[in-house]
């Protein structure tokens, strides 16, 4: 009788400080961090507030039908601000490649099959990329295209970054760059945010592009999102506990999540009934979210 008291007790304390804490937190984000809504306007798109772990405020756009996202992070042990732009696309390339300026060591874990590709390091558009690869062949095609060429040239500079990592995944692409200022994350989203959109479309309409003339045109039944490998007879394999989508172990720990663009279990997971709302509103009923539509 007495541990029930005490028990009852201690929820009563205990779980006021608890919402006091998530209100504060959201407050905290609502008020002093107006650039993500800045730029959610600007791109015509919306912002969603993620709870998987720490709140994190996602941008989302579209361009030519495929969905884009931008959001901030910080590296662990490191005080700077990240951005990270997606582009989920809508045709797969069937390979996967990371491209880093300044050149950077392979991370750990890596990809399956992705290897350093050292073709580029005399050509004048690539030698100050890193670059690393599941198939050169592909790769190669796929960088020689003028389109590319152009959208990779002086990335660093049009992002005004010291550190740009590009991932050219199955069925994504991913940048992260390095927010050299010191800066709020709303105000680092907002001020860098405009340049990186501008690349994920170039980059995504080059890829879209690729596969076009690959001919490819469906994700074969199988093959892992990110990585391009095959699954069948794959022994390290995850499996998305909300949406079912299944990928290699490596490609979700890299890509810290599920990679399918309406998937709570995703980083920048937005439901796809919250961009099909057309209406400005604050939803605060959703279990794990609440967004601001910024369209109107
Ligand atoms: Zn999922």
């Not at 045709?91 to 992705?114: D, E, G, K, W």
């Not at 050292?118 to 295209?145: A, P, W």
């Not at 010291?162 to 709020?184: A, F, H, K, P």
């Not at 961009?275 to 369209?295: C, G, K, P, Y």
Request: glycine share 4%; proline share 4%; charged share 25%.
């Amino acid at each position: 009788m007495v541990s029930i008291v005490l028990m009852c007790f201690l929820i009563c304390l205990v779980l006021p400080l608890f919402f006091s804490l998530i209100e504060s937190r959201k407050k905290q984000l609502d008020l002093t961090d107006d650039g993500y809504w800045t730029l959610s306007r600007a791109l015509l798109g919306g912002s969603h507030i993620k709870w998987l772990g720490d709140p994190n405020v996602v941008v989302w756009f579209e361009h030519e039908k495929r969905q884009c996202r931008i959001h901030s992070f910080k590296k662990a042990g490191d005080v700077r601000y990240y951005l990270e732009g997606r582009v989920y696309l809508d045709r797969p390339i069937r390979f996967a490649a990371r491209l880093c300026q300044p050149h950077q060591a392979p991370t750990v874990p890596t990809l399956s099959n992705l290897e350093p590709s050292n073709d580029f390091v005399k050509n004048d558009d690539y030698k100050m990329f890193s670059i690393e690869t599941t198939d050169t062949k592909k790769l190669n095609y796929c960088l020689d295209m003028l389109d590319m060429k152009s959208a990779l040239k002086d990335i660093n500079k049009t992002l005004n970054s010291s550190q740009v990592e590009i991932w050219l995944l199955n069925t994504g692409l991913v940048i992260r760059m390095l927010v050299n200022e010191d800066l709020s994350a709303g105000d680092a989203v907002e001020k860098y945010g405009p340049q990186l959109s501008m690349k994920l479309r170039e980059l995504s309409d080059a890829l879209a592009d690729f596969s076009y003339k690959l001919k490819i045109f469906s994700l074969p039944e199988g093959e892992c999102l990110v990585s391009a490998v095959s699954l069948r007879d794959f022994s390290d394999l995850w499996e998305c506990p909300s949406c079912h989508q299944k990928m290699s172990r490596s490609a979700m720990e890299l890509m810290k999540g599920c990679f399918t663009p309406h998937c709570d279990q995703s980083i920048d997971g937005v439901p796809l009934e919250i961009i099909q709302e057309s209406s400005a509103f604050v939803d605060l009923n959703h279990d794990d979210s609440f967004h601001f539509d910024t369209r109107n």
